[in-house]
């Protein structure tokens, strides 16, 4: 009986989950695309409010807000993609 069930432990430890590389370097590639805007994105926001006597405080202020947006977008789908990839969805 205990040999039985180490002999199922052992075969279920060897059966790995097979991950699909592709997609996973595809979800790091769009994580990493991220990264710069996480920084920009507030950078901008943050010049805008700053300089609001600038005739170019509206302008800065939505190049601003587009960056967190993309950022955030490309967050979930490298998220996503990754998920993806480690589950072999």
């Not at 432990?9 to 990264?35: D, H, P, W």
Request: glycine share 8%; proline share 2%.
């Amino acid at each position: 009986m205990l040999c039985e069930s180490f002999v199922l432990f052992v075969v279920k430890k060897k059966q790995k989950m097979a991950t699909n590389k592709e997609l996973l370097s595809k979800g790091i590639r769009y994580l990493t695309g991220a990264l710069p805007f996480l920084f920009i994105g507030p950078s901008l926001i943050y010049n805008a409010f700053m300089n609001q006597q600038n005739v170019w405080h509206y302008l800065v202020l939505g190049i601003g807000i587009i960056a967190c947006l993309g950022s955030m977008y490309l967050i979930f789908l490298g998220l996503k993609t990754f998920i993806k990839a480690l589950f072999n969805d």
